[in-house]
């Protein structure tokens, strides 16, 4: 049902703390499945220097969440803002697809600690692109 790799992530995730001290935090949740996920992100020279998560969900949450916070380091917050819930699952080796809403979760936490960040500096929030994400289903966890 899971790729390895959804494993690994879920049994060693990496990046799961919270950083007290973050630049930018996003949270956002599933109502019908329960999945929370917060994602922490540290800001230099436009570039995320850090980042880690929180997240309350199935194993597929927690897998996205610390993959999309590995693929998030190091990146300038425009090639971050580019990191698709696609992405994320296909760094993943898959999700089965009533676990696809666990990757659009981790694009969302990922946009929303951007936006954060950009309205604690004064900036305008970018915004979503319409149909950049897979279809979700209504079927829970």
Known sequence: MYSEKVMDHFAHPRNQREISDADGIGEVGNMKCGDIMRIFIKISDNHITDAAFQTFGC???????????????????????????????????????????????????????????????????????????????????
Do not use: F
């Open 59 to 141: 194993g597929a949450a927690v897998a996205s969440s610390s993959m999309a916070t590995e693929m998030i380091k190091g990146k300038t917050l425009e090639e971050a803002w580019e990191v698709s819930n696609r992405a994320v699952a296909e760094a993943l080796e898959g999700l089965p697809p009533q676990k696809i809403h666990c990757s659009v979760l981790a694009e969302e936490a990922i946009h929303a600690a951007i936006n954060d960040y950009r309205k604690k500096q004064g900036l305008p929030p970018w915004e979503e692109k319409a149909g950049s994400s897979y279809e979700t289903t209504d079927a829970g966890d």
